[in-house]
């Protein structure tokens, strides 16, 4: 139980082109959905916490133009990253509460590879 | 601010020699402490939770424990397969969760 999928699982765009990232939960309901962005060697930073039929929030710093957020249903939040740039290239892994479950316990996706050329 | 700090930033065992990793944290209104494995190009996988002092898990070679400062992961007689990055994170208040920046464990045969 309790599995993420995320598509693609990489995607390479040219610089100025628009990418999204699907994020569901397959066996579960998630209210919240939260979307992380990982860097060669770092750990995983949050961008933005996705609550289904509400707006995201987004952590400092990140540009919320730039990163759109859509939680469309329980089971599916999207990322899209508008007008891409090679600083843009990174791991972005999303993860999702389960409704029934923990307030605090958070189930990830595999993650996207984005390059920006 | 909160912060979790993780030690060591990598760690090299040889197949059968124990060990430790650390997690240190500083979070007020701590909301659990949890602990993932991450493989290169993948996502975490949830290992453990803890939620009080004195609190401890096991799974196979793998044991968490926690302090009110600190949460150790213990890995006995480890194997290659063991080998990944260990991450550490704190439940904050907010619901949210607080990396460290990991543990890069490699066991050699």
């Known amino acids: 139980g309790a599995v993420v999928s995320q598509h693609p699982s990489w995607v390479i765009c040219k610089s100025g082109t628009s990418v999204k990232i699907e994020c569901r939960s397959l066996d579960f309901q998630a209210t919240t959905m939260f979307w992380y962005r990982q860097f060669p060697k770092q750990s995983l930073m949050l961008m933005a916490t996705s609550n289904e039929g509400s707006k995201a929030t987004y952590e400092q710093g990140v540009e919320k133009d730039k990163f759109l957020i859509n939680h469309a249903s329980l089971t599916l939040s999207t990322l899209t990253v508008t007008s891409a740039h090679p600083e843009d290239s990174s791991f972005y892994i999303c993860?999702?509460?389960?409704?029934?479950?923990?307030?605090?316990?958070?189930?990830f996706g595999p993650g996207t590879r984005l390059t920006v050329l | 601010e909160d912060q979790v700090t993780q030690s060591p930033e990598a760690l090299r065992l040889q197949e059968g020699e124990s060990s430790s990793l650390n997690c240190s944290y500083t979070v007020s209104g701590l909301r659990g402490l949890f602990w993932y494995r991450q493989d290169p190009g993948k996502g975490p996988e949830f290992l453990f939770t803890l939620y009080s002092a004195g609190e401890e898990k096991e799974k196979e070679r793998l044991k968490a424990t926690l302090t009110k400062k600190e949460s150790f992961l213990h890995i006995t007689a480890p194997k290659p397969e063991d080998s990944a990055t260990y991450l550490c994170a704190a439940g904050g208040s907010q619901g949210n969760l607080i990396f460290g920046k990991g543990t890069k464990l490699s066991v050699k045969p």
């Open positions: 993860s999702a509460r389960d409704l029934q479950g923990s307030q605090y316990e958070q189930f």
